[in-house]
C-alpha cells in the first residue's frame, strides 16, 4: 500500500452518464437521521468538497423533508462561481413522509415523478437535476411508468440523466429497455457485499454506472465508531441492527482488525475502506463511484485521502481475509426497511 499526490480524478458514470469526480458527496447527514447537524459547518464542507474538485453532490428531497435541497441551494448560491458551475447534483425522490417524520411508502406513478421534480427545481434553485431517480421501487408502479416519466423530464430539459437506486438485477433490464439509464445507487462497502454476485454484473453488462452509498458503513466501518457510544434519539442507527448489542460487538471486531492492517501501512480505517471501494472499480474498469458522506470538513479530508491510497494485490487479500464477504452482523435495515429493498428480492 502507498500513498502518492494526486488531485481529484474523474469517472464517467456509465456509459451514458456524465463524467463526475472519483468520489461524491453525500450529503443526507447534513439534515436527516444521523442527529443534530451544525449548518454553517455543513456549508463549508460542501464549498471545501467543490474547491477540492469533487463535482457530485448527492441528496433527496425527503432528506429533512427538503430541508437538504435548500442547504445545497445556500451552499451553492455562496460558492465561488468556478465551483458553483461544476457542481452535479443527484437527487432520490419518491418516499412518503409523516409530519412526524416516519416513511409510509413510496410513490412512483407518472404524475408524482413530475410533481416532486418541480418542487426540487424550486428548493435547489436550478434549472436542471443531473441525475433523477427514485429512491426505491414503488410496488404497485411498473418500473418501466416510473423510468419513462423521467425521460419525458430528460426530453423537456429539466433532468439530464436517469438513475436508479436500490435495485435488483431484472430490474434493472427493465429499466434499462426503457430509457439509457446512467448509475444505480446502491449499498456497496466491504461488509454490504450482495450486489457482487447479480446486480454489478448486470450494470456492468449494461454499460451502467454503480455511486456507491455507505462506503463506511454510516460510520461503523469508519474507524470512529466506539463501543460504548451512545446516539441520540433522532439517530437512525439506534434502529438498524448492526449497531444493535452483540452485533455491533462483533462488527467493531471486524473493525480492529481492518485497523491493525491500516495502521500498518499509514493510513486511516476510513481511508482502508472507502481504497477497497475504489479498487473493485478499477478491476473491472472504472465504474464505481463511492459517496462519502462527511459532515465536516475534517472528515471530508480524512476521506478524499483514500484517492491518495494504493491497494495492490497484497494489500486486497489482507483486507480480504480480515473481513471476508458476509462477515457483517445483523442487515443493513431493519426489517420494516428491508421489505422496500427490491435489490434484495
Not at 411508502?105 to 421534480?117: E, H, L, T
Amino acid at each position: 500500500m502507498t500513498t502518492t499526490r494526486r488531485p481529484v480524478p474523474t469517472r464517467p458514470l456509465g456509459t451514458t452518464g456524465p463524467r463526475v469526480s472519483a468520489l461524491g458527496l453525500g450529503c443526507m447527514g447534513m439534515s436527516a437521521l444521523y442527529g443534530e447537524a451544525d449548518r454553517a459547518e455543513s456549508v463549508a464542507t460542501i464549498h471545501a468538497a467543490l474547491e477540492a474538485g469533487v463535482t457530485l453532490l448527492d441528496t433527496g428531497d425527503f432528506y429533512g423533508m427538503g430541508h437538504n435541497e435548500l442547504l445545497i441551494n445556500e451552499a451553492l448560491r455562496t460558492a465561488p462561481a468556478a465551483a458553483r458551475e461544476q457542481a452535479l447534483t443527484s437527487v432520490k425522490f419518491g418516499a412518503l413522509r409523516t409530519v412526524e417524520g416516519g416513511f409510509t411508502g413510496y410513490d412512483g406513478r407518472p404524475a408524482a415523478v413530475k410533481n416532486f421534480a418541480a418542487y426540487s427545481l424550486q428548493r435547489l434553485g436550478i434549472d436542471h437535476i443531473d441525475i433523477y431517480r427514485i429512491a426505491r421501487v414503488d410496488p404497485d408502479v411498473p418500473i418501466e411508468e416510473t423510468v419513462g416519466a423521467i425521460a419525458e423530464l430528460v426530453e423537456a430539459g429539466h433532468v439530464r440523466h436517469i438513475g436508479l437506486s436500490e435495485v435488483g438485477a431484472d430490474t434493472l433490464r427493465r429499466a434499462a429497455a426503457v430509457a439509457p439509464i446512467s448509475d444505480l445507487q446502491i449499498e456497496y462497502s466491504l461488509i454490504s457485499r450482495s450486489i457482487e454476485e447479480k446486480i454489478l454484473p448486470t450494470a456492468r453488462e449494461l454499460g451502467i454506472g454503480v455511486t456507491a452509498y455507505g462506503v463506511l458503513s454510516r460510520g461503523l466501518i469508519s474507524g470512529h465508531f466506539t463501543r460504548d457510544r451512545e446516539l441520540a434519539a433522532n439517530d437512525f442507527r439506534g434502529m438498524s441492527p448492526r449497531f444493535q448489542g452483540e452485533n455491533l460487538q462483533r462488527n467493531l471486531d471486524l473493525v480492529d482488525r481492518l485497523r491493525a492492517l491500516a495502521e500498518a501501512k499509514g493510513v486511516t480505517v476510513a481511508q482502508t475502506a472507502i481504497a477497497w471501494v475504489l479498487a473493485q472499480a478499477g478491476r473491472q474498469g472504472v465504474d464505481i463511484v463511492p459517496l462519502i458522506g462527511a459532515r465536516r470538513r475534517d472528515r471530508l479530508a480524512e476521506a478524499l485521502g483514500a484517492l491518495d491510497v494504493t491497494l495492490d494485490a497484497a494489500d486486497l487479500a489482507a483486507i480480504e481475509e480480515a473481513v471476508p464477504a458476509g462477515a457483517a452482523s445483523g442487515d443493513r435495515y431493519p426489517a420494516s426497511q428491508m421489505a422496500h429493498l427490491d435489490s434484495e428480492r
